[in-house]
């Protein structure tokens, strides 16, 4: 059975997960709609996670997917986290304010959490899915009892061949040009930072599962293209961003439509992990970053929160973590249902 009819879906597309900035609200707006909404919750705990599930089913009757953050556990290296403090110094003492005296892991891998999996296997949600690696054999085999449909992502045909070997259902094929973070297994090694064009067509080759293509991917000729490279549906994050119903604040919104649209930037030193934002200031330091480096994710995270914060009390907006890919400018607002429908209009046009 096609990925499609699995999901039920009536349109090849996935809205991408977005942890912190995809509500139960959106995901549950674009299931209705038929496509495959979704919920990031690697930035909360099993709680905060079983109150997003159970908003999203009192919303839709739909599938919808519940994304894990899956990152290797922090390793707390107090000598690097007070080196990079201490050249973040300057700018907290540009708005009136002093750095944390110690950073600490904002989020907990799912790998970490007995409770995430234990609350998954209770609620089993229609889809669970995977960023930054996998979690044990055990757990996909637990997952896998419950019917769950799983995805995981991949940014090369090495993690991919790991997922396919897991069993896992999907692949999602995160070129170089997705927002938000790379979902790199291994953040320390080589990236040969793969396109989704040459990404997609390198899965769909080998991999033997359904490959969801993303990354640029903004509108119905898009995923007109992700289907011709042989992906079974295309994965849009940016283009849900400025929907009304999606979490991103008023600076955010203002942003895709600012010229940090043009000028993504791939960079680890917002969280830790590489990850693709809107140009903004905080993006910009990567020029001067030089042979420093961050704390491991998500501790670096706890720096640039900080930061973020004593900006935005003197009215600065310029470090927030505005994700975004390469597709910005392309972004369109309205409200997620009537997105679906136009990306449905667009992609027919495209496949007569």
Known sequence: MSLIDRLHLTIPLIQAPMAGVSTPKLAASVSEAGGLG????????????????????????????????VHDT?????????AWLEWLAPLFAEFGAAPPTALRPRYRSFADDPDMLAMLLELAPPVVSFHFGL???????????????????????????????????????????????????????????????????????????PIIAAGGIMDGAGIAAALDLGAAAAQLGTAFIACPESAADTAYRAALTGAGADHTRLTPI?????????????????????????????????AAKALHAAAVARGEHGFGAQWAGRGAPLSRAMPAAEMVETLRRELERCRV
């Open 38 to 69: 979704s919920i990031g919750v690697g930035a909360t705990d099993a709680a905060g996670a079983r109150a997003m599930i159970e908003e999203v089913r009192g919303r839709t009757a739909r599938a919808f997917n519940v994304n894990l953050f």
């Open 74 to 82: 922090p390793k707390p290296n107090v000598a690097r986290e007070a």
């Open 135 to 209: 979690p044990s054999a055990d757990a996909l085999s637990a997952l896998r009892t419950r019917g769950i449909y799983m995805m995981a992502t991949a940014t090369s045909p090495q993690e991919a061949r790991a997922i396919a070997a897991a069993g896992i259902d999907a692949i999602v094929a995160q070129g170089v040009e997705a927002g938000g973070h790379r979902g790199v297994f291994d953040p320390h090694a080589p990236d040969d930072a793969l396109g989704m064009i040459a990404l997609t067509r390198l899965l769909v080759r080998e991999a033997g599962v």
């Open 270 to 302: 917002i969280s830790g992990r590489p990850a693709r934002a809107l140009g903004n200031r905080f993006t910009a330091l990567a020029d001067y970053v030089a042979d420093r480096l961050p704390p491991d994710y998500p501790i670096a995270y706890d």
